[in-house]
């Protein structure tokens, strides 16, 4: 009996002492998985993507490949709000109308940034409308008008998109544009530009929409692409160059299609150029079933973009400040959770790792970093990176920040993605308060001593003072020939007097200790000293002296 309660005490000796090993006292703060992502409060190139994990994952936003020259950008459609009614021309130039049957892909679908549009196919083209409708805005005299606006002369131009057809369904119409022209003898002409599935490849159709010089002469031509493949995304891009009549398809960075929009057919000639009729409206996805994103129109001859999924920079986000509760809490370690996806149209390439550090053999990562203070504005240290799991050197605040870099694979077609990370710390212990507290009453003073408290760590003492047991309020009183309020630092010191006070008003008094602070960083705020407990309370009320004691 005896050994059995020996053994019984030796095993409670054993998990006491090892309350760092088995994490006795740590707590834990936790972000993504069930919490969300709230707390990550900067995001850039990174977004949340649903269905990837039970609950919404951090990962790289898709990266289109374009520069952003806004000069030359005269509509996009990004698809990124959330909402198909909410769809609209980032440059302001065009009004956007979306049909019931229109739908908001997310993320996790999109080829790039937070969303795209998904087509589900009932819809067909009836009056010049379709699934998405856009027309351009009437706008004033001394801003610059949409490229596709009546009586417009164009010149350089480019049409863009990405697209992932569900089904490959012939007759169906991508993209479609439709307006009329006077044809010079009191009539009208229709002009269109049309993409339309037609056996199983993507074609172009420009039907009176190049005009000669002089107006009288038009030009139709048609331009066909590869074969489409179901349930994968792929880039397209018409471009003209105005200068020799260059008119060319290009698909997944791979010229198609070209034909010259010149009298000769050929280069040299004179150069048929688009003029706009009136009424003209484009239509987007009728009777196509799959996805759409990004929808751009350049008022010049654009370059293929870039065509990796993510961008090779990458992205990065942030935490807000976070609170660990007291000033000095140890930093123990960051646990992180996640995988990578090669696409995110399906969850069968999603590869989840697990807790640890997310480096993959096709060079997709997160790296992390933390930085901490005891002053919430400010740092006391600059990010430090950190592995995942790996217990930290003695890093400590009052306050944390987490930092994460994530990077795709070399050929940009993969992303990392975070699942969850949890902050796990130690909050530093208050320092014990100061025992024997005594308070003796003089002529407009009450002087204190106390015991010191036994913690190493000791900074000082706050000495509480007011007019009511508990309540310390006090103010006017003199320390140090200084006027102080309640509480006052004393530093150091285990007696003081304490002066100014009123004589024949009763005083309470508590003392409390407070730990070393750390030093601040160059240029950073010293932290306000964080006491512990309140010592017991004493009481005194200041009298004048006898006349015999003068």
């Avoid at 709000?81 to 993320?107: K, N």
């Avoid at 009777?287 to 129109?297: A, K, P, T």
């Avoid at 920079?313 to 140890?330: I, K, P, Q, W, Y």
């Amino acid at each position: 009996m005896r050994k059995n309660r020996f053994a019984i005490v030796l095993v409670y000796c054993f998990f006491l002492l090892s309350d760092r090993a088995h994490g006795l006292g740590e707590r834990t703060i936790v972000l993504g998985s069930a919490a969300s992502w709230q707390d990550m409060e900067v995001r850039h190139g990174v977004a949340e993507a649903p269905r990837i994990r039970p609950h919404p994952v951090l990962v790289l936003s898709g990266y289109s490949g374009y520069a952003g020259d806004d000069a030359f950008l005269d509509l996009q459609l990004s698809f990124n709000e959330g909402e198909a009614g909410r769809f609209a021309d980032s440059q302001g130039r065009y009004d956007v109308f979306a049909s019931a049957e229109l739908r908001a892909a997310p993320a996790a679908w999109s080829r790039t940034g937070a969303g795209a549009a998904l087509f589900t196919g009932t819809a067909r083209p009836v009056a010049g409308e379709g699934p998405l409708t856009i027309r351009p805005r009437a706008v004033p005299h001394w801003r610059p008008g949409a490229l596709f606006a009546p009586g417009s002369h164009v010149q350089d131009f480019s049409i863009e998109f990405w697209l992932y057809p569900q089904n490959i369904e012939n007759g169906a119409q991508i993209v479609s544009w439709a307006s009329y022209k006077p044809d010079g003898r009191g009539d009208f002409l229709p002009q269109l530009v049309q993409c339309v599935v037609a056996r199983n490849r993507t074609q172009w159709t420009f039907t009176n929409f190049f005009s000669s010089p002089g107006g009288h002469d038009r030009l139709s031509l048609t331009l066909s692409g590869p074969p489409l493949v179901p349930r994968t995304w792929s880039h397209h891009l018409i471009r003209f160059d105005a200068g020799i009549g260059l008119l060319e398809y290009w698909v997944d960075g791979e010229l198609e299609a070209a034909e010259f929009t010149t009298s000769l057919r050929r280069e040299g000639g004179d150069v048929f150029t688009p003029v706009i009729g009136e009424n003209g409206v484009w239509t987007l996805g009728a009777h196509f079933s799959g996805m759409m994103d990004v929808f751009r129109i350049h008022q010049r001859r654009a370059e293929p973009p870039a065509l990796a999924r993510y961008h090779p920079r990458g992205g990065r986000v942030e935490s807000r400040t976070l609170d660990m509760g007291r000033t000095n809490s140890r930093l123990v370690r960051l646990e992180a959770s996640g995988g990578r996806t090669a696409s995110i149209t399906g969850s069968a390439r999603n590869e989840y790792a697990g807790t640890g550090a997310l480096r993959f053999a096709d060079h997709s990562a997160v790296n992390f970093f933390v930085r901490t203070s005891n002053a919430r504005y400010g740092w006391d240290t600059p990010w430090i990176p950190v592995t995942p799991g790996t217990e930290l050197a003695d890093i400590r605040g009052k306050y944390v920040q987490v930092a994460a870099d994530f990077f795709p694979s070399a050929d940009g077609q993969a992303s990392p993605y975070l699942s969850e990370v949890r902050i796990v710390y130690l909050v530093a212990e208050p320092p014990p308060p100061p025992a024997r507290l005594v308070a003796v009453a003089g002529d407009g003073a009450v002087e204190l001593s106390w015991m010191p408290s036994p913690s190493r760590e000791i900074g000082g003492y706050f000495v509480y003072f007011g007019a009511a047991p508990g309540e310390y309020f006090g103010d006017h009183a003199i320390l140090d020939s200084m006027v102080h309020s309640s509480p006052i630092n004393v530093g150091n010191r285990t007696s003081v007097r304490i002066e100014g006070l009123t004589n024949g008003r009763l005083y309470f008094f508590a003392v409390a200790a407070y730990n070393r602070p750390e030093a601040a960083g160059e240029g950073m705020p010293q932290a306000l000293p964080e006491p512990g407990e309140f010592s017991r309370e004493v009481a005194a009320r200041p009298l004048p002296r006898p006349a015999g004691d003068r």
